[in-house]
């Protein structure tokens, strides 16, 4: 038996063996085919390479006209300071944020008397978002005597981040949420006040759906 199996194995490994050696020529097509689908693979790479870099280019260049437009220059109005300290806070570049926000003070100080407590106020939210759960609000910067605002407590320095159960982020959805409140029932506002201490004391102040009596900006 054992004699066959091996006889067997052998018939096997016979059958494994080329039955004719591969020829020059055919050997030289082999290889001029391989050359040639290795160029194209090269010049594929090469494409691809330049393609990125040009990527690369626009992206820097796109960049950079970016960068230059968030400076804060000395024509600057109040509103363009303000857009370009919120702008580079949502870029998470929060050190030029909070010099935007410095600016601000500096450059408006003279002509409104509350400019440094809103930079301050600005900087304070701007280092406190992640804690408070915030991604913004409104600013309070005057309170009309009598008004709705006024009668339920709250001050010119306090952010609005809530109106009516709506999550108050900036101008448009707070604008959003005081259309949307109802105009006969009492609405509820979340607001943060901040303390001498630097922190923010999330308050609630329950409003009449009508006007709110209050002027309001972007922080």
């Not at 039955?19 to 693979?41: D, I, N, S, W, Y």
């Not at 804690?131 to 005597?145: K, N, S, T, W």
């Not at 009516?164 to 949420?177: K, S």
Request: glycine content about 12%.
């Amino acid at each position: 038996m054992g004699n066959i199996d091996v006889n067997h194995e052998l018939q096997g490994l016979c059958h494994l063996e080329p039955r004719a050696l591969m020829g020059r020529e055919e050997r030289r097509l082999l290889q001029e085919e391989h050359l040639a689908r290795h160029g194209e693979l090269m010049a594929k790479k090469a494409a691809l390479e330049k393609e990125g870099q040009a990527l690369l280019e626009q992206d820097l260049a796109r960049y950079q006209e970016i960068d230059q437009q968030l400076v804060v220059r000395p024509t600057d109005g109040w509103s363009q300071v303000v857009g370009k300290a919120i702008a580079l806070r949502q870029l998470g570049r929060t050190a030029e944020s909070l010099a935007a926000f410095s600016r601000y003070g500096e450059m408006f100080a003279a002509a409104d008397p509350g400019a440094g407590q809103y930079a301050r106020t600005a900087q304070r939210l701007t280092m406190s978002m992640d804690a408070l759960g915030v991604d913004g609000g409104v600013y309070i910067y005057e309170l009309a005597p009598g008004g709705a605002a006024k009668s339920a407590g709250m001050q010119v320095g306090d952010v609005i981040v809530d109106y009516g159960g709506q999550a108050v982020r900036d101008m448009g959805t707070m604008v959003q949420a005081l259309r949307s409140a109802p105009a006969r029932d009492r609405v509820r506002a979340g607001y943060l006040r901040l303390r001498e201490d630097g922190t923010f004391e999330l308050r609630t102040a329950s409003l009449p759906g009508e006007a709110l009596g209050a002027g309001y900006m972007p922080i």
